[in-house]
C-alpha cells in the first residue's frame, strides 16, 4: 500500500527543485526538473513514485512556480501557496534549492501553509493592469526629465516654456520646430521628443485603462459598479483576491490581506490595538483610494466622518475605520453576486422626452455630470437610478 507523502517545490525561471517527505516528516528523496512541459510531467511522476501524494507546497505560484501549479492542479493534486522562509529560519538553517524545497514540503505537513494558489481568471487582468501601471511610471519619469531640462535650460527657453503647465506645456513643447545655435537646437530638441513620449504613453494608459475597464465589469460587474471603485482599484482588488475567492474563508481574512485588520498590540493591563503593515500594500492603497472618493462625494459616509470627528477620532483613524468597513463591503462584492441595476434604458428614454440633463439634474437636486455618470455606468446609485427610471417613465 502507498505511503502518504507530501511534496515541497522550490521555484525558479528555469528550473524547479522538487522534494518528497513522508507522512512522519522524514525526507525521502529530492531533485531538479526543467521548467517545461515535459519537465512538469517528470517532476509529477517523481512525486507520485513516492506514494499518495497529500499536498504540494510551492513557492511562488503566481510567478515562477505558476507553471508547475497550474500542471499539478490539472492533474488533480492539491496545491497550496508557501511564503518564502523568514530571514531568522533561513540564517538558522541556510539557503539551497534542496533545504527550500525540503521547507517547502514540511509548510504543506504542518499544515503552515494551507492557502490555495489563486487561479488563472485573473490572469488578463493582471497583464493589463502591470502595462497600464508601467505607462504612468514612464510617463512620470518623461514629466520628470521635462521639468529637470527646463529648470538648466536657456533663459528663452526656460522663460518661454517653463510658466506653462500641464498639457499646455506638452502640447507646446511636442509642437516644436527646433532652431538656433548648437545648443538651443539640442535642448529643444530633447524637450521635443519627451513631450511626444508624453502624449504617447498617455494615449496608450488611457487605451489600457479602458481595457481594463472592460474586463474588471465583465468579471465582476458589482465591484465595479461600488461607489469610488474606478477601474485601475477593481483591477487590483481582482488580482488580490484571485479569480477564486472563495480560498479566503471570511471577510476578516481578506481584511487582513488587504493590511487592513487591526493587529492586537496588548500586555500586561494594556489591552489595545494597532495598524497592521503586513498584507498587500497594493490593496491597501487601493482600499485608501475609495475612501478618499468616498469622504469627498458619499453622503452617508461624509456624515460617519463628521460623527466620528465629533467623537474626537483623527482623520487618519477615521481612515483605518473606513477601509476596514470598505473591506467587508468588497469582500461581499468579490464573493456573492451582486446585482446592478440595468442603466442602458436611461438615456434613449431621456432623449426620446427631449429632457435635458440640467433638467434632470435640477429634479433631483445633483449636478448634471452626476446623471452624465449614472447614465454611462462610470458611477452607481441604486437609489438614484430607481428615482431616475420611475421619474422618466411618468414624465
Known sequence: MDQDVFGGVDSHADTIHVAVIGDNGGHLADAEFATTTAGYAAALAFLDAHGHVIAIGVEGTASYGAGFTRAARSHGHRVVEVNRPDRAERRRIGKSDPIDAYAAARAAFSGRASSSPKDDTVAGIRALHNAARSAVKARTAALNQITHILFAAPESIRAKYGRLTGTDRTDALARLRPAGDTVHVAVLTA??????????????????????????????????????????????????????????????????????????????????????????????????????????????????????????????????????????????????????????????????????????????GVWPTAISRLERGLSRNDDLTHAYREWLQAA
Not at 494597532?274 to 469622504?295: C, F, H, Q, T
Not at 441595476?341 to 426620446?352: F, Y
Open 191 to 364: 524637450l521635443k521628443n519627451l513631450a511626444r513620449r508624453v502624449k504617447e504613453l498617455t494615449a496608450e494608459h488611457t487605451a489600457l485603462t479602458r481595457a481594463l475597464d472592460s474586463e474588471a465589469t465583465a468579471l465582476n460587474p458589482g465591484l465595479r459598479a461600488a461607489h469610488g471603485v474606478g477601474p485601475d482599484t477593481a483591477a487590483q482588488l481582482l488580482i488580490t483576491a484571485g479569480g477564486n475567492p472563495e480560498r479566503m474563508r471570511t471577510e476578516a481574512s481578506f481584511a487582513a490581506l488587504c493590511g487592513a485588520a487591526p493587529v492586537p498590540a496588548s500586555s500586561g493591563r494594556t489591552n489595545r490595538h494597532r495598524l497592521s503593515r503586513g498584507g498587500d500594500r497594493a490593496a491597501n492603497a487601493a482600499l485608501y483610494r475609495i475612501a478618499l472618493v468616498r469622504m469627498s462625494s458619499d453622503p452617508r459616509t461624509r456624515e460617519y466622518v463628521a460623527r466620528q470627528t465629533t467623537a474626537g477620532r483623527t482623520k487618519k483613524d477615521i481612515i483605518r475605520l473606513l477601509k476596514r468597513a470598505i473591506s467587508r463591503e468588497i469582500f461581499r462584492c468579490l464573493t456573492t453576486v451582486v446585482t446592478v441595476p440595468g442603466i442602458a434604458d436611461l438615456r434613449p428614454l431621456r432623449q426620446a422626452k427631449n429632457i435635458t440633463l440640467t433638467a434632470v439634474a435640477q429634479h433631483f
